[in-house]
T-cell receptor
């Protein structure tokens, strides 16, 4: 069936380095994608979104890349900080969100 | 600005007891409202969504129900809780148009004993 998933459950990154979190989706008709950050004990927080008519979108220290050919989505975090430690989810939005299991990012000092 | 409130933040209930979790949204009108459950280390499972007062769609058969008595109020209920109802429950809202992000509350941690 159609699904959204993340490649790796965990990612350890040195403070100051760039982080790349990947996500694969299987529904080629999906036209909107979102990245969320979830800190322990809190709800998911919206980071950035991208529509299928774009292949790149930048925010503050974050960039989302969309490759529709291989149905791949990535989130890049520049100069990773300790406060970036969290679980990151990609989600496909077609009126209702479909989430992957998430990638836990740990930032090493 | 829009805000979403969920309460309580944590709840411990015995098996067989009733449940009522409340979610309210401020700063927007006619939002789409959602209830999710998140198991430990897992993604979010959509339980219910609502596009208007009194309109509830259920995504999975379960021991829970939802109601929307007012435009910006969404309630998750159960008559008799099961052990399997334990989890982290999240409420979210989005604008009524599609292709917009959902915004989440900080959830309720429900433990069934």
């Amino acid at each position: 069936g159609e699904s959204v998933g993340l490649h790796l459950p965990t990612l350890s990154v040195q403070e100051g380095d760039n982080s790349i979190i990947n996500c694969a989706y299987s529904n080629s008709a999906s036209d909107y994608f979102i990245w969320y950050k979830q800190e322990s004990g809190k709800g998911p927080q919206f980071i950035i979104d991208i529509r299928s008519n774009m292949d790149k979108r930048q925010g503050q220290r974050v960039t989302v890349l969309l490759n529709k050919t291989v149905k791949h989505l990535s989130l890049q975090i520049a100069a990773t900080q300790p406060g970036d430690s969290a679980v990151y989810f990609c989600a496909e939005n077609k009126g209702k969100l479909s989430f992957g299991a998430g990638t836990t990012v740990t930032v090493r000092a | 600005s829009q805000t979403i409130h969920q309460w309580p933040a944590t709840l411990v209930q015995p098996v067989g007891s009733p449940l009522s979790l409340e979610c309210t949204v401020e700063g927007t009108s006619n939002p789409n409202l959602y209830w999710y459950r998140q198991a430990a280390g897992r993604g979010l499972q959509l339980l219910f969504y609502s596009v208007g007062i009194g309109q509830i769609s259920s995504e999975v058969p379960q021991n829970l129900s939802a109601s929307r008595p007012q435009d910006r109020q969404f309630i998750l209920s159960s008559k008799k809780l099961l052990l399997s109802d334990s989890g982290f429950y999240l409420c979210a809202w989005s604008t009524s148009t599609g292709g917009q992000p959902q915004h989440f509350g900080d959830g309720t941690r429900l433990s069934i004993l």
